[in-house]
């Protein structure tokens, strides 16, 4: 088996005993990129030479972190100096957009010696649920390349799946970490909105957005974490909560605790076999000791609407920098500057970027911010309410991440609104602003992934980690891998 293959802790554990080199575990997971990328597509731009030259530097003793010479792939939304970052968007691929600088996060991962390979698709500006509206093409699910990796982190989702690398970094504004995590059988963990620093990460919906990691387990995100989260002083939306040390508390069991079953999420048009494998998920936390309480949260069939009406509005705002005057793509000849904005945005951003700006648009202008955009602020304090209400009666809420396993790529290709309707039970928390983490928990008769989310008040993510450590230990499904 491929070195590619080993967790952080594994590989953290070989390289601190002088069995494999950085360079070695960096070798590994560039062949298997070589080897089967080609048919998976996760991986939009390779920074290998780079990536060998700073594994052959990093020295590592017993005190080194966990982290040091462990290499990693990047949601292309991520800013990282001298590395071409495109939101897989030819308004920015068409004309290569190198920062000069790095994300907060990637900085932090530099600090502590994980190395950097390359970049990993999304759909254009983190839009979409399926990593199609890239303008790469669209990531393969590794588990069955006819269907869709998720998204829109379908890149670091794949390819963490894929063994391309040991773990991955995404964003999750609506279930972008989340969904895809669960599509490909790996975990997930969208945290807390100011656990982790958004700068130099490309905003999408900037007070939904939040970044994080996917990994092959539990333990790798709570290691991912710690390294990552905490006060950022060029992130005023950071929050100076200490930062636990999250990998250090894992064993500690659930035993005692109550974990609350939302009747909102079983409902029609769940797919029976995601419904089964989630109760039976529930039967092993049970198992381990925990309580299990039906809570009910009343908002939760406003949140697609109200996500639709906030996140564009938002979007139409953080797009507007795009307008191909101080980076990204350009056209000749324009005849004035409203022709020129207009033909840069017309060809650069595609079909579903646009559809979102004028939605937003739409939403925000003056004769309609009262309906729609207030509006939808006031229902997201109510969805948001629903959980504070609910965490008074239990200390977690389990749920399926997705409706249904990974679907067809194309599916939902002439419907939007299906598409949407995907996000169905990643949004409410995102509303809410709280931590949730997704493991896998069962595969479909066809053999695609399903996975479980463990959702908890804000700043639980220890919490959260604990209990999907505890299922993990009493089951194997995030050991298993697809077949490439
Ligand atoms: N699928 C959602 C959307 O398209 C979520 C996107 C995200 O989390 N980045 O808006």
């Not at 839009?127 to 590794?142: D, I, L, R």
């Not at 609506?174 to 895809?180: C, L, M, T």
């Not at 949140?303 to 797009?319: F, K």
């Amino acid at each position: 088996m491929s070195l590619s293959s080993l967790t952080i802790s594994e590989a953290g554990k070989k390289l601190r005993a002088k069995e494999i080199s950085s360079a070695d575990l960096v070798q590994a997971c560039i062949d298997r990129i070589e080897k089967v990328d080609g048919a998976i597509n996760a991986v939009v731009y390779k920074n290998f030479d780079r990536a060998l030259e700073e594994a052959k530097k990093t020295k590592i003793d017993t005190k080194s972190s966990p982290l040091a010479g462990i290499p990693y792939l990047t949601k292309d939304v991520y800013s990282e100096h001298g590395v071409p970052t495109t939101a897989c968007s030819n308004i920015l691929r068409n004309k290569t957009y190198a920062p000069a600088f790095d994300a907060t996060t990637i900085k932090r991962l530099k600090n502590v010696g994980a190395i950097s390979i390359g970049k990993v698709n999304t759909d254009e500006f983190t839009m979409g649920a399926s990593t199609e509206t890239s303008c790469y093409g669209v990531t393969k699910n590794p588990w069955d390349i006819t269907r869709v990796a998720g998204g829109s982190s379908g890149g670091s989702a794949a390819a963490v799946a894929a063994d391309e690398c040991i773990f991955s970094l995404g964003t999750d504004t609506g279930g972008s970490i989340r969904q895809p995590a669960g599509f490909v059988g790996c975990t997930g963990i969208r945290p807390t909105y100011g656990r982790t620093s958004r700068y130099g990460v490309m905003s999408m919906a900037s007070s939904l957005d939040t970044i994080g990691p996917l990994a092959k387990n539990v333990e790798d995100l709570a290691l991912v974490m710690e390294a990552i989260s905490g006060h950022d002083t060029f992130d005023g939306t950071t929050s100076k909560e200490a930062v636990p040390a999250y990998s250090k508390t894992l064993s500690k069991g659930i035993k005692g605790l109550t974990v609350g079953l939302p009747k909102e999420y079983f409902i029609k048009g769940i797919d029976p076999e995601v419904e089964a494998a989630v109760r039976e998920a529930v039967k092993v936390f049970e198992s381990l000791g925990a309580k299990v309480k039906e809570v009910t949260l009343p908002h939760t069939k406003y949140a697609v609407a109200t996500y639709y009406i906030l996140s564009p509005s938002e979007v139409s705002s953080n797009m507007a920098r795009y307008d191909g005057i101080r980076f990204g793509h350009t056209v000749e000849k324009p005849a004035n500057l409203i022709d020129y904005y207009e033909r840069v945005r017309s060809e650069g951003f595609g079909k579903e970027v646009k559809r979102r700006i004028m939605i937003g648009t739409y939403a925000l202008s003056a004769g309609y911010f009262d309906a729609y955009y207030r509006q939808a602020q006031k229902v997201r304090t109510l969805i948001a309410q629903d959980f504070t209400k609910a965490f008074k009666d239990v200390d977690m809420i389990v749920s399926p991440v997705s409706p249904t396993p990974a679907f067809t790529i194309g599916a939902h290709a002439n419907d939007p609104v299906a598409m949407y309707l995907e996000d169905v039970f990643t949004i409410p928390q995102v509303m809410a602003g709280i931590p949730a983490l997704a493991v896998p928990c069962g595969f479909s008769k066809n053999t695609l992934p399903i996975a479980l989310q463990i959702a908890g008040p804000q700043w639980s993510e220890e919490l959260l980690f604990q209990a999907g450590y505890a299922y993990e230990q009493a089951t194997d499904w995030h050991t298993k891998k697809p077949s490439l």
